[in-house]
């Protein structure tokens, strides 16, 4: 059971559990700080709820970055883990992120068991999810809001260093949210509602 089988097994139970909302976006592999780090699934709708994969294969070398980066910018994590690192992992994360271990039934099936429910994340980072904006995304939420001169041919950072000059937090995130939800553009391997063209 590694990573793959984990994330196929995850990505349909969310599917289903998704099925009959148009407002809700599954994205695998969603990159962050321009693809400094990326985690395995994101269910995008009325929050931004984060999916980090270990399996039993995989080593835990990476998790303190990861979840340094991921902390600033999901309003909800919860970790999916095989046995074998649940107890160090669990070490390694904050309090409100929920933990659910992934095992094999005796048909191979997976199953997830629900060890700790998420929390909402107590200390997000206005800047760090303004910058799961694209370039074009960003310059067009400032024109929205009257924002936008000076700042056009101006570097990544100047552009979102304008927006939270100018945005509060929750509105920041509330437009991050609905333009992931809305992107056409993503690569391959971000799922859709058929529903939701």
């Not at 074998?84 to 048909?107: M, N």
Request: hydrophobic share 35%.
């Amino acid at each position: 059971m590694n990573d793959y089988h984990i994330r196929a097994a995850l990505k349909q139970k969310l599917s289903k559990q998704y099925a009959n909302d148009p407002h809700t976006s599954i994205i695998e592999e969603l990159g962050l700080r321009h693809g400094e780090v990326r985690i395995d699934l994101a269910v995008v709708n009325g929050s931004l709820h984060g999916y980090e994969l270990k399996s039993d294969k995989d080593t835990l070398e990476r998790l303190p970055n990861q979840a340094r980066i991921y902390n600033s910018i999901f309003d909800r994590i919860t970790l999916v883990v095989g046995c074998k690192h649940a107890y160090e992992a669990i070490k390694l994360i904050p309090e409100w992120w929920g933990i659910k271990i992934a095992e094999q039934d005796l048909r191979k099936n997976i199953c997830f068991h629900n060890i700790r429910n998420e929390r909402m994340n107590p200390s997000p980072d206005a800047l760090s999810i303004a910058k799961l904006l694209w370039r074009d995304e960003a310059i067009a939420f400032l024109d929205e809001i009257n924002s936008a001169d000076g700042v056009r041919s101006k570097t990544k950072a100047e552009i979102y260093k304008r927006i939270i000059e100018k945005v509060d937090l929750q509105t920041i995130r509330i437009k991050v949210r609905e333009q992931l939800r809305t992107r056409k553009n993503w690569r391959f391997d971000v799922q859709r509602k058929s529903n939701d063209d």
